[in-house]
């Protein structure tokens, strides 16, 4: 059999487990797995020493085209990802105008066509004009599914009442993703933080029970209905507790900035770089998180990639813009928690891409399979750098992570059988084509 690829000499993190095979790929998909040395190919990568893993998936950014360019397009959005060694996204609605309409999803469609370096997906955002629409529309090719806004973030998209989400829940088929923090709860408590300037009130302003509230809420209109949901960055010990039980119908996300980060430390040393909606909150709130991902509770890791520019997050709080960017740095710093024992390999794997993957029901994505799209991220778990600008490819041009040496890195990121990128270098930065779906 002529191969057009071969992944030799790695350790291959197939469905049951670490394997030293060889990888051999035809036609963008996985062709064969051979034991070391057999298979032969018209191009080999060398992966001795390194770890193969199946391609990442962050099924949560903003990548803010149209209408945002100036924080980040499609195009620098998605460098940053497979830089990162992400392989494929899912993007959010909230950009301007905002994904509410066939329309919109065909514009931004039309617009990752030959421009994305990844695969991708888009999600519609949900409002109480385009409800009667969504079950259509969540049907149409390279359509992530629907999300809901419970409470107002970043641009106008919001849901409130339960009416309104009921009458969501009971039109879509797919799972519904959710963002989960209570409207009237935070109009309530708004004046906590009114020109105050004080970044260190945002996870009181937006407290625990504002994102316990509405995940409560949802969760039960989704029991009503027997309806399958996703909370997206779930951050708080409460929300976990309520998530254990309801494994049936609901799903959920966690992110690495709210693993990694805690306040009230992130305030003093990154000021409104680390203000994010649901905020960075107490340690307590992290070692709950980090044992439902230890104990196999949680879905998948999502960067939730929010990029804003330094002069908008310079901006007196609470004017500042909340999110934090996120795609790069999601795989070298879950492997720095991976190096520091915090998770094993297995679980991040399984977070990064059969989580997602069977969550939104992504088509031949998420297992080192035969048959599956050739999409691996090929990491060093011994090499260490430090996470600086030079690297970093969001046009926004910052990280919080900036400064903090790494262990482990994503060396070679290759998408349907093509190198995208290696050590550092985007060598195909337009190869990128829509995720396909089982359910649609
Ligand atoms: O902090 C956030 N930023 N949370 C969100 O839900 C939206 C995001 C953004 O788009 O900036
Ligand atoms: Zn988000």
Not at 321 to 344: D, E, F
Not at 352 to 358: D, E, N, Q, V
Request: aromatic share 6%; charged share 20%; glycine share 8%.
């Amino acid at each position: 059999m002529a191969f057009e690829l071969l992944i030799r000499g790695g350790t291959v993190w197939l469905p049951e487990g670490a394997r030293n095979v060889d990888v051999a790929v035809i036609d963008g998909r996985i062709a064969a797995l051979g034991a070391p040395g057999v298979l032969s190919a018209a191009t080999v990568l060398d992966a001795h020493g390194l770890h193969v893993l199946p391609g990442v998936i962050d099924t949560h950014v903003h990548f803010r085209e149209p209408g945002m360019e100036h924080k980040e397009d499609l195009a620098t959005g998605s460098q940053a990802a497979v830089l990162g060694g992400v392989t494929a996204v899912c993007e959010m609605p909230n950009t301007i105008p905002a994904t509410t309409t066939a329309k919109a999803l065909t514009d931004k469609l039309d617009r990752a066509q030959g421009r994305m370096a990844c695969d991708y997906a888009f999600f519609l955002g949900a409002t109480a004009d385009n409800v009667d629409s969504l079950a259509m529309w969540e049907q149409m090719a390279g359509c992530a599914g629907v999300k809901i806004f419970m409470g107002k973030s970043t641009g106008t998209l919001l849901v409130e009442d339960n009416a309104m989400l009921s009458r969501i829940l009971s039109s879509c088929r797919r799972r519904v993703a959710v963002h989960c923090e209570d409207e009237s709860r935070l109009r309530e408590r708004h004046a906590l933080v009114h020109e105050s300037g004080l970044p260190t009130l945002h996870a009181l302003w937006r407290d625990a029970e504002t994102a316990f509230l509405a995940t409560k809420r949802i969760l039960k209109i989704a029991r009503k209905l027997n309806r399958k949901i996703h909370i997206l960055h779930v951050s708080t010990q409460k929300e976990i507790s309520l998530l254990m039980n309801n494994r049936d119908i609901a799903t959920f996300e966690i992110t690495p900035h709210h693993l990694t980060l805690s306040a009230p430390e992130c305030y003093y040393h990154l000021g409104t770089l680390s203000q994010v909606n649901p905020p960075i909150r107490a340690k307590y709130h992290q070692d709950a998180l980090w044992t439902a991902v230890n104990e196999g509770l949680v879905d998948c890791l999502g960067s939730d990639h929010a990029p804003h520019t330094l002069a908008e997050k310079a901006k007196l709080y609470p004017t500042s813009p909340s999110g934090i960017p996120g795609v790069q740095t999601l795989v070298p710093v879950m492997l720095t928690h991976i190096a520091a024992g915090r998770l094993s390999l297995a679980q991040f794997v399984a977070l990064t891409s059969a989580g997602p993957a069977r969550l939104y029901a992504i088509a031949a994505k998420g297992y080192i399979a035969v048959g599956f799209d050739a999409d691996f991220t090929i990491v060093d778990l011994k090499a260490r750098r430090t996470i600086d600008s030079p690297w970093l490819a969001s046009r926004c041009g910052w990280s919080p992570f900036e400064g903090m040496t790494v262990t482990g890195f994503p060396i070679f990121t290759i998408i349907r059988g093509h190198l995208i990128m290696r050590d550092g270098c985007v060598l195909t930065p337009e190869n990128g084509s829509p995720l396909r779906f089982q359910e649609v």
